[in-house]
C-alpha cells in the first residue's frame, strides 16, 4: 500500500522529470541543442538525477562501476561541453586535446584534484569544480577508525580469534598502543586535518603538532595545534596522520628519511593519496620494526596487487580507499559535483570551484 507521503514524493518526481523532459523537447524543437556532457561512471542517484532534472544538458553516460577505458573516453569527450569525472581519470593534455574547444568545465567528484592537469585546463580556459567540505566528516571518521586498527591491532586481532590463535588471557599478548597522554602530529592540517584533531580531542591525546606549507595560526590556536618542522613532527609523534593534497612537493614525502625519524613504537596512517609515500620505504619500515604500524586507505597502484608484500606485513592495515564511503557523502559529492558542472556550462558562480592560479 502507498502511503499519502510516499505518493507526495512520487508525484514531485515525476513533476520534476516531465517539467526537464518538456523542458530538452522544447530546446530540441526550437532547434537549440543542449550542451553535451560525458559522465564517466555510474554515479550515486542524487547526482544523475540533478542534471538530468535540470533538463539543460544532454547526458551519456559510461553506465557501469568500472571506469571507462582510456581510448572510448578519447572518442566519448570529442566535442563535449562539461565532463563529469571521477578521480580514476586523468585529464591531462591528451584528453583536452581529444575534448577540442567546446570544452567549458570539467567537474571531479572529489576533493582532490592530483588527476586534473590544472595548467592545461587554465591554457583553455575550463573550469574545474570539486567536492571539498561535504566529505570531510566521513573522511575523518574513517582515519580515526583506522587510527584505532592499526594501533589496537583490530584485523590481527579478529584474524586469531578466528583462526584459533584465542588461547587463555594473557597479559602480553595483543597489546598495541593507546591514544591517552599522546603526542599525535598531522602532516597537512587542511580541512579533514582539523577534523581529525576534533575527533582525537576525546581520546585523551595530550598534544597536537602539525607541519604544512606555512603556520596556520589561527586555526592552531583554535584547536591547541603546534606548527613545527617535517623532521620534528617525525620526532615527536606517537601517531602521524599524513591529510596533506598530493602536489609535486609532497610526492613521496613520507620516505626512508622520514621513517627512520620517526620513534619505534609510532603508528603511520595515510587517507591522503597513495603517491605521497615511497611503499618500498613504508615496507622496510614496518619490516624491520623502525615503526610500529601503518594503516593505508590509498596505495599506489590502486587496487593495490593482493600479492603486494604490504599485504604480507601483519602490521600493516590496508583499506580499499573507502574514506569517504558513506551513502550520505557519496550523494552529497554526487550532487555538488552535478551543481558545479550545470553552473560551469551556464557561465555562473559554482558552489565550489578550483581557483586556477
Ligand atoms: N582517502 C580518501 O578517500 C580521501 C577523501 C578525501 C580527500 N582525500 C585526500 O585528502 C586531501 C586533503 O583534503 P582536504 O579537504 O583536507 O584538503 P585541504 O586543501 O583542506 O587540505 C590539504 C592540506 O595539505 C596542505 N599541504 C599542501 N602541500 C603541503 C606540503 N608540501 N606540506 C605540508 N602540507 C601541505 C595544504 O596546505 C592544506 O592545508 C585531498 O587533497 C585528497 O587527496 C582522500
Not at 592545461?120 to 583506522?146: H, I, N, Q, S, W
Amino acid at each position: 500500500m502507498w502511503s499519502s507521503s510516499h505518493l507526495k514524493v512520487l508525484l514531485r518526481t515525476l513533476a520534476a522529470d516531465l517539467h526537464s523532459c518538456c523542458r530538452s523537447q522544447a530546446m530540441k524543437a526550437s532547434g537549440k541543442h543542449l550542451p553535451k556532457v560525458y559522465v564517466t561512471r555510474r554515479i550515486p542517484p542524487d547526482g544523475i538525477k540533478i542534471l538530468r532534472q535540470s533538463g539543460c544538458c544532454d547526458i551519456e553516460q559510461w553506465d557501469s562501476d568500472e571506469p571507462v577505458p582510456r581510448s572510448e573516453l578519447l572518442k566519448k569527450v570529442v566535442g563535449i561541453q562539461g565532463l563529469y569525472c571521477l578521480l580514476t581519470e586523468k585529464i591531462d593534455k591528451e584528453l583536452l586535446d581529444a575534448a577540442g574547444p567546446s570544452l567549458k568545465v570539467v567537474s571531479t567528484m572529489s576533493v582532490g584534484y592530483d588527476h586534473l592537469s590544472l595548467e592545461e585546463m587554465k591554457k583553455r580556459g575550463v573550469r574545474v569544480g570539486f567536492t571539498p567540505d561535504v566529505l570531510t566528516e566521513a573522511v575523518a571518521e574513517l582515519t580515526v577508525a583506522l587510527l584505532l586498527a592499526a594501533s589496537r591491532r583490530l584485523i590481527e586481532a579478529v584474524d586469531e580469534a578466528r583462526s584459533g590463535g584465542w588461547g587463555t588471557w594473557k597479559p602480553l599478548w595483543m597489546c598495541g598502543s593507546g591514544l591517552s597522554a599522546s603526542t599525535v602530529g598531522i602532516l597537512g592540517l587542511g580541512r579533514i586535518g582539523e577534523a581529525i584533531v576534533n575527533r582525537l580531542k576525546p581520546f585523551g591525546v595530550s598534544k597536537f603538532l602539525y607541519n604544512d606549507v606555512a603556520p596556520r595560526h589561527e586555526l592552531a590556536q583554535k584547536i591547541s595545534a603546534e606548527y613545527v618542522s617535517l623532521l620534528e613532527l617525525a620526532k615527536k609523534s606517537d601517531f602521524l596522520l599524513v591529510c596533506c593534497a598530493l602536489t609535486p612537493e609532497t610526492l613521496g614525502i613520507c620516505n626512508k628519511q622520514l621513517f627512520s625519524n620517526m620513534k619505534s613504537s609510532a603508528i603511520f596512517i595515510n587517507t591522503s593519496r597513495g603517491a605521497v609515500v615511497n611503499q618500498e620505504d613504508l615496507y622496510q619500515a614496518l619490516a624491520s620494526n623502525q615503526i610500529a604500524a601503518a594503516g593505508l586507505d590509498v596505495t599506489v597502484p590502486e587496487p593495490l596487487p593482493t600479492d603486494h608484500p604490504l599485504f604480507k606485513l601483519k602490521n600493516c592495515v590496508i583499506l580499499p580507499h573507502i574514506a569517504s564511503a558513506t551513502v550520505e557523502t557519496r550523494n552529497a559529492m554526487a550532487a555538488l559535483a552535478a551543481n558545479n558542472l550545470l553552473a560551469g556550462l551556464k557561465g555562473e558562480s559554482m558552489p565550489k570551484e578550483v581557483p586556477l592560479k
